[in-house]
């Protein structure tokens, strides 16, 4: 298997999600598109890193996220974030970093390879 799959793929589900959230039913959910693709994209980001690479580390990328969540969380729900909203945003931005890197790490495919 070619390591651009796993990018194709990803994109590919991005794209159906997008669809369907415009045209169907969806559009009436109060998920958003990246509420949808959080897991998708870092599935795909470790998938991508290991074929490139050969080796993955999410696990690493992962823990570090978690840190900077625990410290965002201090800060912003002392400043009256109601909980509930934290997690929402900590869920997008969660999914906003795992495509950034995606994004990231496929560029860096199409010039290694």
Known sequence: MEWWFWPVGGLSFWLVVIILKKWTLLKKFPLGTLDIVTLSNWIVLHQTMGYIFGVSYITWILISWLVVGMLLAWVLLQRSWRWQF????????????????????TIIGLFLH
Request: glycine share 4%; charged share 5%; proline share 0%.
């Open 86 to 105: 934290f997690w929402h945003r900590y869920w997008q931005w969660s999914g906003m970093v795992a495509a950034v890197l995606f994004i990231l790490l």
